[in-house]
């Protein structure tokens, strides 16, 4: 049976309590149209604890479960689960600092579960949302980030939307984004 962490973030993916067979086939048809992979419900029902038989899962059938979460494998999955709320110095993370920055310098970042920004630099620590993929963020949004740190959350300060201030952002709150 899936550990019940990982069942939550899939019941917060599908937007469905799985709590029946049933759900179980509507999240394998959900796996199948975000990954392109077949996941058998079957498999979910055993997975999720809707049959007696006890098999272990699959390696492959556990990273096409962390793929449809965003990350690119279960053990990726498992360590970001297993270091939230952990404290521990990191000398091996990457920063980049809005204030070293070029104007015009462009940002990838991606973040659980499956989201994409593609941000421009215009000058201190002002960004431009030029591509949005999942995110609650808008292409033309602008927000204002002091630093990115890859496995942190992006915290802007201030959203503006077509001249509304929409306050403060957190992007990848969960496991931090990637740069």
């Known amino acids: 049976m899936l550990d019940k962490n990982v069942i939550k973030l899939l019941e917060e993916k599908s937007g469905n309590k799985l709590d029946s067979s049933s759900a179980c086939e509507r999240l394998s ?12 419900f079957t498999t979910l029902k055993r997975l999720l604890g809707f049959t007696s038989e006890q098999a272990e899962a699959r390696q492959s059938t556990l990273d096409i ?21 952990d404290s521990d110095f990191d000398s091996n993370s990457e920063t980049v600092y809005s204030s070293g920055l070029s104007d015009q310098a462009e940002i990838n ?14 000058k201190n620590d002002e960004f431009i949302v030029v591509e949005s993929c999942n ?20 915290i802007a300060r201030e959203v503006i939307r077509k001249g ?16």
């Open 29 to 40: 048809l959900d796996i199948e149209s975000e990954t392109g992979e077949k996941l058998g």
């Open 164 to 179: 509304e201030r929409l306050g403060r952002y957190v992007a990848g709150a969960k496991f931090g984004i990637k740069l």
């Open 135 to 154: 995110s609650s963020l808008q292409a033309g949004d602008i927000i204002f980030v002091e630093s990115f740190t890859s496995g942190l959350p992006m």
């Open 65 to 85: 479960l962390a793929r449809y979460l965003g990350f690119n494998s279960y053990k990726e999955l498992e360590d970001g689960l297993n270091n939230k709320g």
């Open 109 to 122: 970042l991606t973040y659980s579960p499956n989201r994409r920004l593609k941000l421009k630099h215009i």
